[in-house]
């Protein structure tokens, strides 16, 4: 029976401690995680009411790109006439 107490006073004055340790360990680093994902989360809501606008703003590059084109388009048929009329 004493060996049983011996037992009951090693787990508690040496093996508890270790775990609660322990635990503290796991526990710390998942509750900061915890607060980073739930950040994600609040400005990721914030961010797609900004992804509203997006169709709009893509048909206006998509005619700017399309000006820029045509404009180089010009510029090189120019610049090969030139070239040509040069003999290079």
Sequence with gaps: ???WWIGN???LFAVLPIVAVLMNRIVTPVDRIRKTVD???YNGVILTGE???VPALLAETD???NEVA???TRYVKRVGALLATLGV
């Design 70 to 72: 045509i404009g180089a």
């Design 63 to 65: 005619g700017t790109v």
């Design 39 to 41: 950040d994600i989360l």
């Design 51 to 53: 992804l509203d606008n």
């Design 1 to 3: 029976m004493i060996l």
């Design 9 to 11: 006073i090693i787990l």
